[in-house]
């Protein structure tokens, strides 16, 4: 049975906000003396529309970056392969991904590390009107899977499916019927019968909810019904060990405004009013779902228990994915996560 794992605010914000000033203080008090030192630019990798730009929107209209001595530069690429290309070129220094995928990189030697971004992943969803009301009801059903076979999402839900119901979601036994497509083409595919159930990203599953689908599971309660006891940061800025050496105070300045930019997000409505456009979202149902997914994902804590937490999920997903999924590293490697970035 899956249990409810309500999202509270573990933090207030004020603790993030003056979280968001501690982290970048030694960078003012060097910057006072050295104007030319003050604005360190930090280039970041984006999707256009992607829920990254909201956030780097924020942080660059209000000048967060600036007050935390840093200059923001902003590189849009067409997906996230290019994304990960441009890092890899040293085209840009961070880019938002999950620490999967910067686990395995280390694991084959090449040193990235990962600062929080968001707990937000997805959900599985079901038309309003549907009679499923437990996982254990997807035997036999057609369920679409935005990101493909080795999906993280697909493969966690396939693994408590497997433990509680004695099935295989992934229809190897032709228990189910996995779809697997683009978040839109799904989402039309559901609202016109055509599937029972779709596993989606969260900003997916949040213009679905306003739509009136109803959640059967958030990923978030599958991973807790896994026995993962922390909320995990799926996404994140990764970055080179290299530019975080050789440029601390940018880096600490970068993560500082981030966590500012966050706690206006968090308590400010107005703001989401300005982001509007960006939010590609003309109904208003639509647009305060995407606001509450997007403060859902906030990450509240980051500390010693939720680093455990991730290197639990992590050899579950290595248990279950194997070598295609997470290549050599069969275990966390040391460094996947940024020492500095704690709170």
């Given amino acids: 049975m899956i249990r409810r794992v309500r999202l509270g605010r573990r933090r207030s914000l004020q603790r993030l906000a003056a979280l968001a000033a501690s982290i970048a203080v030694s960078d003012a008090k060097s910057a006072a003396n050295s104007p030319q030192a003050a604005l360190r630019p930090v280039r970041i990798g984006l999707l256009r529309y992607g829920t990254v730009a909201w956030e780097i929107d924020t942080m660059r209209h209000h000048r967060l970056d600036v007050r935390h001595g840093v200059t923001v530069h902003v590189r849009e690429l067409a997906s996230n392969e290019a994304l990960k290309i441009a890092l890899q070129a040293g085209a840009v220094d961070l880019i938002v991904t999950d620490w999967l995928w910067v686990a395995r990189q280390r694991a084959d030697g090449v040193r990235y590390c990962f600062v929080p971004y968001s707990c937000a992943v997805g959900a599985l969803l079901v038309p309003a009107a549907s009679p499923l009301r437990s996982l254990g009801e997807l035997r036999g059903r057609r369920v679409g899977v935005a990101g493909g076979p080795l999906d993280k999402s697909w493969l966690l839900l396939r693994a408590l499916v497997q433990r509680d119901h004695g099935f295989d979601a992934g229809g190897a036994r032709g228990d189910s019927e996995p779809v697997f497509g683009a978040p839109p083409l799904l989402a039309a595919e559901l609202q016109r019968g055509r599937l029972d159930a779709v596993l989606t990203y969260w900003h997916h599953a949040a213009r679905l909810q306003a739509a009136g689908a109803r959640t059967?599971?958030?990923?978030?309660?599958?991973?807790?019904?896994?026995?993962?006891?922390?909320?995990?940061?799926?996404?994140?800025?990764?970055?080179?060990?290299?530019?975080?050496?050789?440029?601390?105070?940018?880096?600490?300045?970068?993560?500082?405004?981030?966590?500012?930019?966050?706690a206006l997000l968090d308590r400010s409505n107005d703001e989401w009013h300005r982001l509007v456009p960006l939010l590609g979202a003309d109904d208003a149902a639509v647009a305060a779902s995407l606001r509450d997914g997007y403060r859902a994902g906030i990450p509240r804590r980051w500390g010693a228990r939720e680093r455990e937490a991730a290197a639990q999920l992590h050899a579950i997903l290595a248990r279950i994915g194997g070598e295609r999924l997470v290549g050599r590293a069969a275990a966390l490697p040391p460094g996947t996560f940024w020492p500095g970035a704690l709170f």
Avoid: T, Y
């Fill in 216 to 262: 059967l599971a958030s990923v978030s309660q599958i991973i807790a019904a896994l026995g993962i006891a922390a909320d995990v940061p799926m996404l994140g800025f990764a970055l080179h060990d290299d530019w975080a050496e050789r440029d601390p105070q940018a880096l600490a300045g970068f993560v500082a405004a981030s966590l500012a930019s966050k």
